[in-house]
Structure formats: C-alpha cells, structure tokens
C-alpha cells in the first residue's frame, strides 16, 4: 500500500524529468512577466497527465487520485504558481462537469480531460469565503436562459479559462445552489486580474458578472444541486492540494539538501556541520510523513468520498509541513534564501497559500472536531 506501482513510478519520472526540461528554466521570468503559460500547458496536457483522473470513456487514462496527486507535486516541487493553475485547469470545475449531461460532457468535459480547454470554478466570494452557503451571486430563471448578478474572487484561471463554472444562489433557502457553466466572452462576465504577492506565475482573477445571460441548458443537475456536487469532490480536492503542499516542501528540502553539500563555512562544508545534519533529518522524517498520509488518504477517499476527516487531516498537516520546511530551508541557506537565484526563495514565496487553500486551517480543524464528537451526540 505504502509503494508506488511501476506505473506510478513512471509517472514521477514522466513528470519529474519534464518539469526539469521545460518548467525549470522558465521558472523565474514566468514569475517575473507574472504569466500562466498556457501553451506549455497544453503541451503537458498531450502527456495525458491532466486527464488521468477521469474514465477512458471521457478520453481520460481512467486512474487514480493518487495518480493526480503525483503529477501535481512534481509540477509543485518546480513552480507552484503553474502547478496550481494546472490542477485547475482540469480538477475540481471538471470533476463537477461529469454530473452533466452528454451534450456538456462531449462540449466541455472532453476537451478539458484532453487539455485542449480550461477550466475555472468560480465560488468565493469577496464576502463568503470559506462559507459556501453565504452567497450573494444570484442566478434568476429567464425564460429560456438564467440571468448572473454577482462577484468572485480569489479566482485561479479566471482569465485565461475557456469557462467557468460559476456557483450561484437560485432560491431563497440557504443551500439552493446551482453550478453554471458561463463561457468566457459571455457579455456581462468581466475579469480582472487581482495583484498577489505569490503564485505570480499563476492566473488569479476578480470576476464580476452583470446580468450574465446563458442558455437554460448551461446549468449542471438540478437548479438546487450544486451544493451536493461541490460536497462530492470537496475531499478528493483536499488530498490532491495537499500533494501541491507536498511539492513545495519536498522542493525545498531538496534545495537545501543540494546547496549545504556545496557551500563552506569556516572551512568545510556546511553539511559537514551537526547541526545542519539533524535539520535535515528532521525535515525528511516530516516529509515521509506527510507523503505516507496522503497516500493513505488517496486510496481512503478514492474507496469513500465523504472521508472528509482523513481528507482534513492530510490537508492541514501537509499545509503546515510546506511551511515549516520552507522556513528551515531558507535558514540553511542563509541570505541566499531570499535570492530568486535559488528555487527556495521562489518556493518560500508561495508557500503562505497552503494554510487557506481548499479550506483554511480552522475549516479543516472544524471538520476533524466534528468527526471526534460525532459518538457524543
């Protein structure tokens, strides 16, 4: 169980050794020109990795949510920013697409399991953010269309998506939401680019939507089902961020490992002195660790999507391991830890988002508590 298949390893090395070729010596101008690059992603999508997840009816390679974690920790050890917009691109919006009808699949499931388009998935908002039953985006049945008001934020791809699928209050009662699949270009959807301080090399974007008019057929399911679609892959999210968590970490500690083997202080190698010996060790136990957790929590809420604590548990201890690491491996390298020169410095950058990510901290924190009293009640 605790062993990646042939197949698998494979899949590391795939990733792995593209990654060095291609992403590796973009990194630092795609995060300096502050660019998703769209095109390298579509030629990494024609490795079939962005669509392993999904069934080979759908043009997938009908895999696992280990397999997915895999590949995007290997893109998130190398450059976080693209890593994320990548697993957006073809993760949670699209998983929510295989509950249309074959019309939506054939339109848009399809082409983005091939990677030929991408997706967004457009649910926070600027005054509910981990709340998903607080929205204020309204959707109102017109006829033969559904009319759009409202705002997103926070929104990866938002501006390079071929669509979005936007979440949307569609009654008066607090968990009627509907999923909306608004192309980009539709009049009255608007996107604007949000200035961040990390993931530069990431698509982020502010949508508005005015009187957003789509067909009455661009829905997903029921008008009141969204809420039960976002539930149903909200745990394989998790797990799968927290593989990008992983990435960071893992990036950093091999960063580290590399750059005390070479510098010398006081006439030897900084590797050579004790202390930097038992740091490291530590930072490796930590990174089994994780890894081991979300190989365990893969193959839990692959047999059980509501395994929501195993999936909060992985997320949160995978997010504060990438933080701790990301600290330790900028100390090892003193004031070059602050240098883009160094991968760690532009890792260390990015690391903040892991604690908000797919639910901040106390989200998760509240869902393991109410998984240890659930006996009480």
Known sequence: MWNLSEEQQMIQKTVRDWASAKL????????????????????????????????????????NILDMCIWV?????????????????????????GYGNEEQKQKYLIPTVEGTMIGAFGLTEPNAGSDATNLQTRAVKDGDEWVLNGAKTFITNGIVADYILVSAKTGPGKTEIGIFIVPQGTPGLHAAPIDKNCWFSSDTALLTLENCRIPADHLIG?????????????????????????????????????????????????????????????????????????????????????????????????????EELAREARHLLGGYGCMNEYAVGRLARDVFVAEVGEGSREINYRVIWKSLTQKFK
């Open 24 to 63: 590796a010596p973009r990194a630092e101008q795609y995060e300096h020109d502050k660019v998703f690059d769209v095109e390298l992603y579509k030629e990494f999508a024609t490795l079939g990795f962005p669509g392993i997840r999904y069934p080979e009816e759908l043009g997938g390679g009908g895999g």
């Open 73 to 97: 920790k290997e893109l998130a050890r190398v450059l976080p920013g693209f890593a994320i917009s990548a697993s957006v691109a073809c993760g949670l919006g699209a998983k929510m697409l």
């Open 222 to 322: 029921e008008p009141a089902g969204g809420l039960k679609l976002l539930t149903k892959n909200l745990n394989e999210g998790r797990v799968t961020y927290a593989a990008h968590c992983y990435g960071i970490a893992e990036g950093c500690f091999d960063g580290a490992l590399e750059y005390v083997h070479q510098r010398e202080a006081f006439g030897q190698k900084v590797a050579d002195f004790q202390n930097t010996q038992f740091k490291l060790a530590e930072m490796k136990m930590k990174l089994d660790l994780a890894w081991t957790y979300i190989m365990r929590a893969a193959a839990e809420v692959q047999e059980n999507p509501d395994a929501g604590l195993t999936a909060s548990i992985c997320k949160n201890y995978a997010a504060q391991i990438s």
